[in-house]
């Protein structure tokens, strides 16, 4: 059966070229060409989730005037595609950066303007080329309160089957409508990246989450040591918790804690182990205790592409992971 999909799949992909080869045959030579409309329902699904997108929009272009393709296309699933994202092209502010797929199958979009109307290109594209699609890695969405709206990114993400969603928000008035946007996807594992630093009491009003990373900047650092201990360790139900941070910043706290340039792997200093300890980088466990009677782990690494001692100007990433044995 696969091999037979696979033949007809062929057929189907070379079909615009088919097209234009039989117009160039004599009127008098009439061959016999498949016609695949006459293929069962339930097998012509199948054979269209194996096209890539790329194919999809080839056989749109090229069989235009034919309704029963547009509808072939337009109405069936597109297939499992490993990411994908919408969002604010980081080369060009001005354009919206669309992806889908991985390595040689991937097809990525950057001509749409970021603006209304290139949302309502997109919009069109979507549903000329598919009714549903699966993402079987992470699928990335910048929220935008004037252009990628809520109400606009649930018409573009509608009939998207998600493993991981995760949503970028650039401003503190966007992250309720972010979290609203969740709810359209009960079974999808949801992460949060935050442009900005959120205070304590919305940090601890946020639903569970798979991931939750910040790359504010500049807090004092009392705050860190209010999110860390005080809010992701205790009150969330977050699995990790990614920020980035001035190297000034990590060493306050970290001295806080009695961790100095001079620890070494393998101390311990109260309640953090030093597991692995280099110039730029740095593997501790925090033993904490939870709610419970027992004590649980946390896993937390500082990384850096310059030292992290000598450079206090330079940003870090500080990552933690919860539950970890």
């Known amino acids: 059966m696969g091999a037979f999909l696979s033949v007809h799949y062929a057929f189907l992909r070379n079909l615009p070229f088919l097209l234009a080869f039989r117009k160039k045959r004599s009127a008098s030579i009439q061959p016999k060409i498949l016609n695949i409309f006459e293929l069962p329902e339930e097998f012509l699904n199948k054979l269209m989730r194996k096209m890539q997108i790329r194919d999809r929009l080839n056989l749109r272009l090229t069989c235009r005037q034919n309704c029963e393709f547009e509808s072939l296309v337009a109405d069936s699933h597109a297939g499992y595609f490993e990411r994908g994202k919408i969002v604010r092209d980081k080369h060009d502010k001005d354009k919206i950066f669309a992806f889908i797929g991985e390595g040689d199958s991937a097809i990525q979009f950057t001509h749409f ?48 089957e998600l493993e991981k969603l995760c949503l970028i928000v650039n401003r503190e008035s966007l992250l309720e409508g972010s979290i609203t946007l969740f709810s359209n996807f009960p079974e999808s594992k949801c992460s949060l990246n935050l442009r900005f630093l959120p205070e304590k009491e919305l940090l601890l009003s946020l639903p569970r989450l798979e991931g939750l990373f910040i790359q504010g900047k500049d807090k004092a650092n009392h705050f860190i040591t209010l999110f860390f201990v005080s809010a992701f360790l205790t009150e969330t139900e977050a699995h990790s918790v990614e920020i980035m941070l001035k190297h000034s910043i990590i060493i306050i706290w970290l001295g806080t804690h009695g961790i100095s340039e001079d620890t070494e792997s393998e101390d311990v200093c109260g309640e953090f182990t030093a597991i692995h300890i280099s110039v730029s980088r740095m593997h501790l466990q925090f033993d904490y205790k939870s709610s419970g009677p027992n004590r649980e782990k946390c896993r937390i690494r500082v990384k850096s592409s310059t030292p992290l001692w000598s450079n206090e100007n330079d940003y870090a990433i500080l990552t933690m992971e919860k539950d970890w044995q």
């Open 113 to 160: 303007d970021f603006n209304e109307i290139g949302v309502q290109q997109i919009k069109l594209l979507r549903s000329r080329l598919f009714r549903k699609i699966s993402i079987s890695g992470i699928f990335q969405v910048e929220l935008d309160s004037n252009v990628l709206t809520l109400e606009e990114l649930r018409n573009i993400l509608e009939n998207f």
